[in-house]
Every structure is written in structure tokens, then in C-alpha cells.
């Protein structure tokens, strides 16, 4: 076991129920704040910008509120929120949504302060691999979902629809400096979209356990994760309103974004990615669904981590577990619980022959984390992971 690592987190996190009703309370970075959401409705419809605003309020700051963050984020969209937001002197950030919204977040923040485009500024793909001139705005992040991890890493996910490409961008600068996890704000995310972002969080920490950087602290948070989202996902998918199953997702999913600052994930992420940058409606949970037990079994058949599969099965409800299978096997019982089991890329227009396409745009744009899989995966090899995984 690796006894070395580095962990530098200052977020300030808030977690719990009730945990919004602290915010007009702290020490927030600014005096006018770009309030970013979705361009959907639940935010408002449920009262959760309503509760923001008031807090922002009882803190004495101003806000203007930017409303076009969509699933998916796109390079675009994140220019126009950053010219919003120097328009409006806008001088912090806060994120109040889901994984889409926390990760436009961070890039907003970087561009609201620094010249040129996105793509100046990330690497990989196209991405010019610029150094970022200035730090970026302060980010507070309110969550309304557990999946995504962005609540305390510097890391989000943006997609350049002119390239078909999605990227992760980030720098260590950009850690949001709250954070409020508040777990009776997740309670209405739809069933299917509570799977999805579950097991997005899984799979951070699960592929944290295989990727060859784990050492003792991050596989220690990882497995209790793990444990807690796959014993109460299925509860939440159930019953969104059960308010003990959401605290423990919720739980999960806020530790992997710990996990993943201490080691990176693998290209399970990357292949996904490459996925929706093609497909742009597939929801990145439902694309990591699609490709799990395969790429899952790329490496047990390869002998690659056997132990770290064992670890994760036994806390994953097989406590007996002995060999690498059972963590497949654990793995499709979460997943037929959760009524995810049968998702298949053919509904979201993917075709047999992007397989190779689909491989070589994964280490293409995110080739990074190639380099954490427990053992080498080349492009012919991806490729039938896909072409496996494909219904």
C-alpha cells in the first residue's frame, strides 16, 4: 500500500440537513455574486433559489443570477456566463445545482477573470495548454445532486460541440471556498436521474480503488463510499424522499471529490466522455453505466488489481468475496436494483462502428488518465470494450 500522498483542500464544507440555512451565517468571498443554475426549472420550482437568495440577502450580498447552464455544459455557454458575470461586476461565484452547474462553475470562474477563450486554457485535444494569467473568481457551491464530486475540486467537465470534444479543465486555484452539501435539497431529483449521478459517484470512487495511484488515504475514503452509495442508492432511486438514504449518497459522492484529489480516476471517465462528446443528450452517468462491467473486466481477466476488486465487493454486500468476478457480480445487483441494468448506447443513437472513432477520442482529449489504469489499454483494446458494452 502506497503510505504517501498530498491533500490540500480549503473548502469550507457544509454538510448536513439544513445545511443552507447556514450560508447567510459565513464568511462569503465577495459583495455581488454571479448566482449561476440550469435552465431548467427545479431550482425554482422546489424553493431552492428562493432559500439562496434569501440567505444571500441575510449576508448583505448582491447578486445577479445567470440561468443557462444545461446538462452537458458547453465551451460557449461558459463565455457568455464569464462576460455575464464582468458585465454584472460580479466578483464571486455562487453554484447552486448539479454536477453541470458546479463544473460550469470553475471554468466560468477562470474566464470571468482571464483573456482569451476556454480553449486557450485547456489541455488536451485542441486545447492550447495555456497557463491561466490571472486566479479566478471565488466559488461557493451549493449542491442539489450527489454525483459529481466538483463541490470540492478544482475540476469540471466541458464540451466544445465544434470539435467533439469533452474535456476536463481545472487548476488547483479554483478550489471553491465553501462548499454547503445539504441533502434535503436532493430529495426531489427524479429516480432515473438519482441512478445516474449515483453511480457517477461510485465509479469516481471504484476507479479510484483501481487506478495505480491509490494509497492508504484515498482507497480508506473510497471504500467507505463505496459501501454507503451502494447501500443506499437503490433506497433513494425508491423513495427520492427518504431523507437517511440521501444523507448517505450524498455522503458518497462528497467523499470522491476528496478521492479524487488524492488520486486521479482512469479512463473509464475518459471513454465516457467520448461518448457524450458524440452524443451529446447521453447523460454521463448513463454512458458510465453502458461501458462499467466491461471495462470492469478488461482488468480482472488481465489479473491487473485483484485485491482491490475483493476489497470493493466485500463492501459492496458480498462479504465472503474471494476473487475479482465478485465485484462484477456485486456490481450488476447494484445496478438491477437501481433499474439501470439494461441502458443500452443504441437508444442514444450510437452505432457499432464508432467503437475505434469513440477509443481513440477518449486518450485523445483525456489521454491523462490512461496513464492511472492499474494496467496498459490501448486503443484496439478500448475499442472492444465498447463494441462488448454495446446494446
Not at 441533502?183 to 429516480?191: D, F, L, W, Y
Not at 480516476?265 to 466522455?273: K, L
Request: net charge negative.
Amino acid at each position: 500500500m502506497n503510505m504517501s500522498f498530498n491533500f490540500n483542500n480549503p473548502t469550507n464544507l457544509q454538510f448536513g440537513a439544513g445545511a443552507i440555512n447556514k450560508l447567510g451565517e459565513l464568511d462569503l468571498p465577495g459583495k455581488k455574486a454571479l448566482l449561476l443554475i440550469s435552465n431548467g426549472t427545479s431550482t425554482k420550482k422546489y424553493g431552492y433559489l428562493a432559500k439562496t437568495e434569501e440567505q444571500l440577502k441575510k449576508a448583505g450580498v448582491e447578486y445577479a443570477i445567470y440561468d443557462g447552464v444545461m446538462e452537458n455544459p458547453v465551451n460557449t455557454m461558459i463565455m457568455e456566463a464569464a462576460a455575464f458575470a464582468k458585465e454584472n461586476a460580479c466578483d464571486f461565484i455562487v453554484a447552486l445545482g448539479g454536477g453541470a452547474v458546479l463544473d460550469s462553475s470553475i471554468a466560468i470562474a477562470a474566464m470571468a477573470t482571464n483573456p482569451g477563450d476556454l480553449w486557450d486554457y485547456v489541455y488536451g485535444g485542441t486545447g492550447k495548454a495555456q497557463p491561466l494569467v490571472n486566479k479566478g473568481l471565488p466559488i461557493v457551491t451549493i449542491c442539489t445532486t450527489s454525483g459529481t464530486g466538483s463541490e470540492i475540486n478544482c475540476w469540471g467537465v466541458i464540451s466544445n460541440l465544434e470539435t467533439h470534444e469533452k474535456i476536463g479543465f481545472g487548476d488547483p486555484s479554483l478550489v471553491p471556498v465553501i462548499s454547503i452539501v445539504d441533502p434535503e435539497m436532493m430529495t426531489t431529483v427524479p429516480s432515473k436521474y438519482t441512478a445516474y449521478q449515483g453511480f457517477d459517484a461510485l465509479f469516481h470512487n471504484t476507479e479510484v480503488m483501481m487506478s495505480n495511484g491509490v494509497n492508504i488515504m484515498s482507497e480508506t475514503l473510497a471504500l467507505s463510499a463505496i459501501e454507503h452509495i451502494t447501500k443506499y442508492l437503490p433506497i433513494a432511486v425508491k423513495d427520492g424522499g427518504n431523507l437517511e438514504a440521501r444523507e448517505h449518497v450524498a455522503y458518497g459522492s462528497t467523499l470522491a471529490g476528496m478521492t479524487m484529489q488524492l488520486t486521479s480516476t482512469t479512463a473509464q471517465h475518459s471513454m465516457e466522455h467520448a461518448m457524450s462528446a458524440y452524443h451529446h443528450n447521453l447523460p454521463h452517468g448513463a454512458g458510465l453505466i453502458m461501458i462499467s462491467k466491461e471495462f470492469a473486466q478488461f482488468f480482472i481477466d488481465k489479473h491487473a488489481c485483484d485485491e482491490q476488486f475483493i476489497k470493493m465487493a466485500r463492501v459492496m454486500g458480498i462479504p465472503e468475496a474471494d476473487k475479482a468476478q465478485d465485484f462484477i457480480t456485486a456490481l450488476t445487483a447494484l445496478q438491477e436494483a437501481c433499474g439501470v441494468a439494461d441502458l443500452k448506447m443504441s437508444d442514444y443513437g450510437m452505432e457499432k462502428s464508432e467503437c475505434m472513432t469513440l477509443a481513440v477520442n477518449a486518450r485523445e482529449t483525456m489521454g491523462g488518465l490512461f496513464l492511472a489504469n492499474p494496467c496498459p489499454l490501448s486503443d484496439e483494446d478500448c475499442a472492444k470494450i465498447f463494441e462488448k458494452s454495446y446494446r
